[in-house]
């Protein structure tokens, strides 16, 4: 249309009228087009202040500041006079790019000239002032001021929050002449992101009794309130009377209602209220769909898309992410982040290959947020070549990026590798920060580097002068343990006051454990019973440890001491994923239709491996008074055998055998791994709940700690394992049709001709049910026709079980509600 009537006013020659060429300035302007925006200026004959100020303030929303100050100083030098919107323009350019002396600059330049400061102007000045952190010239500024409107007090209330001051905020807002709904969401916000979610929670109820009506702000705010509480009902009624003002389809407050459900883990009511809106109207293909629009989107379906990551659902995140592809939402980096997580989460490297495959198509840039999730996704994968290959790709990387790769190191068993990289980023100027060292530390614990943990770990306190926290104590006291130091262990606790942390105990109990210290188990035992943090773990561990003494007597009487207190320990399982299909085992499983083949192949397979060295720890690792011949056979019988003999048995020659492990790895499975790798010339990767364990040919690895969850096999053992009614891991239907899903939009993912096996990761408790998402709709109790009738049910504090905030208010709540009365709104949404 700009260019339509520019032809005409040149043709006609109205261009030359300075009233018609602002008008056409102004047409480019607001369409963003600053191409012909600029040349028109330039061509303008007669430029007057109005022609600058149109320019320049379309340049300050754009976000280009400095333009904008180029602009204003050329102004000056061509001698026109700015006015008050010229001058605001140009102070919300200093303040959004901490530009401090020029705007100093500028209200000198303003009082020495005698430009009248209207209010607009006093916040333009007050809100640079504020933004750039001169608290002494916005304070000045602010109480000399002869009329303060609520845009003022707002800019200081929000100002001082923003910098942590809590109580002056408090004043400014008590102070106020006339509380409106901007305070008030000014006041609401910042105590959210200070973390007086409480008081914020009152302050919101001090509102309603007052009457001030909610914006969309107010509304976003209290859902973010009620997610944080975990406050259900107070959202069901925010989101009842979204729906009787009607405002229930914008797209701010669609995300945010997907939000609080997402963090309440409530999908099946987020689900619907995208559902609800067709997308048809939404894409990115529809030329009538705004920016803002399409970005509202984006963010309301990567929300969704977290939720279901969020709550364990990752069928559902994925059914949703190829939704947006399906239906041309565009997928942004936060997105394709969150989908990364999910891969890493599931250990499935075919998907996250596709995934990464996917972005490169699109064209995402690979930046250092992105860059660290796929380093992440594929070591966690079993790919750690992949991860360095993303590494290598980044330019200057930085402390997330490095972090993660080292984590990837350290969960690869490669512990002096994740040195090297530790030293590369130091000498880079990188900074470590808290976690670089918690990974660094895990890293030479599991690799048996003491030398090089100690020195990382004075390295963190003297050098970087940061405070040590319990996740590094406890790698220190893990390995102290590991190399067998426990009296320096117990040295370093006693030194650094940490005897009342749980998880050093646990660690020291499984270091007393690993090396037979019976006392020494037994002190660290008492620890944890008084803490009560004696959970089931540290039982197993106590009580292995007096079986490997064969102090059988006390080794029952801690089992049933476990009985007695209804404490189950976790049985070990193993799975191993075969053309989209898991197959699970436990310790002596029978269950398997090809069991026959299995426990055949596998006595065979032990008997060859004891002719090239291999031998059954049962001294060590059968926790039951039997025969050594009969411990021989429990041990033979563990999870992860019984899968890699599966796995031989049903994969071709030179196929890599990937097994999880849903506990730790014994050592006699770990040498008998080992030497399978090397009879048979098979490469052989199993993932435990700590790290990656890889065997090819028979390589020597550091050993783990053998506590492992098996040791307490026998019939009694797998009896109870029956009684606890585990299901078998259920997700070959939902990956296979996934997969199948993921097929049917190859023009997006690119995919090999042979699909790789599927590596199942999961942390403790074995593989993740994945549930199928079917369609879920609205249960008729929360719609327009029903929704609430007024204010008086929003429930009041009073009735909300929160810990109260220690921050202590400095106003007054007389005029709250007490526990008798009424409450706020009538009705809810369901």
Sequence with gaps: MAHTLHAKAVKDCTVLSLNVANYLLSLYVKSHNFGYAHKLFDEMPGRDVRSWTILISGLARTGSFRMVLQLFRKMQVEGVRPNQFTLSSVLRSCSSSSERLIAKGIHGWILRIGIDLDTALENSLLDVYVKCGDFRCAERLFETRKERDSIAWNIMMDGYIRIGNVDKSMDLFNRLPFQDVDSWNTIIGGLMRNGHERTALELLYQMVKNGTSFDKVTFSTGLVLASTLSL????????????????????????????????????????????????????????????????????????????????????????????????????????????????????????????????????????????????????????????????????????????????????HGQGREAIQFFELMIREGIKPNEISFTVVLTACSHAGLLEEGCKCFRLMKEVYHIKPGVEHFTCMVDLYGRAGRLVEAKEFIARHHISHLSSVLKSFLSSCRLHKKVEMGKWASKKLFHLKSFDAGSHVLLSNMCANKHRWEEAAKLRSLMQRRGINKLPGQSWIQLKNQVHTFFVGDRSHPRKAEIYSYLDELIGRLKEIGYSSSTAELVMQDVEEEEGELLLGHHSEKLAIAYGIISTPLGTPIRIMKNLRVCSDCHNFIKYTSQLLGREIIVRDICRFHHFKHGPKEVEEDDDDEESLSGESIKNSFRSLSLRKPNISTGIHRLFKGFKNFSQYFVYKEEMEELVMDMEIGGPTDVKHVTHIGWDGSATVNDAVMGWENLISPELLSVPSDPWRRSFDFSMAAQPDQPPLVNGSAS
């Design 232 to 411: 259900l009902e107070l959202g069901r009624q925010i989101h009842g009377l979204v729906l009787r003002f009607g405002i229930h389809g914008e797209g701010f407050i669609r995300t945010s209602l997907v939000n609080f459900y997402c963090k309440c883990g409530k999908m099946e009511k987020a689900l619907p209220i995208i559902k609800n809106v067709p997308l048809v109207h939404l894409n990115s293909l529809n030329p009538k769909t705004t920016d803002d629009e399409k970005m509202t989107e984006i963010v309301t379906w990567s929300t969704l898309i977290a939720g279901y990551v969020r709550n364990d659902d990752y069928e559902g995140a994925l059914q949703t992410f190829v939704s947006m592809v399906r239906e041309h939402i565009g997928v942004d980096q936060f997105t394709i982040t969150t989908i990364a997580s999910m891969c890493a989460n599931l250990g499935i490297l075919t998907l996250g290959q596709q995934i990464h495959a996917f972005i490169q198509k699109i064209g995402h840039a690979m930046d250092f947020h992105l860059g660290s999730s796929l380093v992440d996704m594929y070591s966690k994968c079993g790919s750690l070549e992949d991860a360095r290959m993303i590494f290598k790709k980044i330019i200057s990387p930085n402390v997330v990026l490095w972090t993660s790769m080292i984590s990837a190191c350290a969960l």
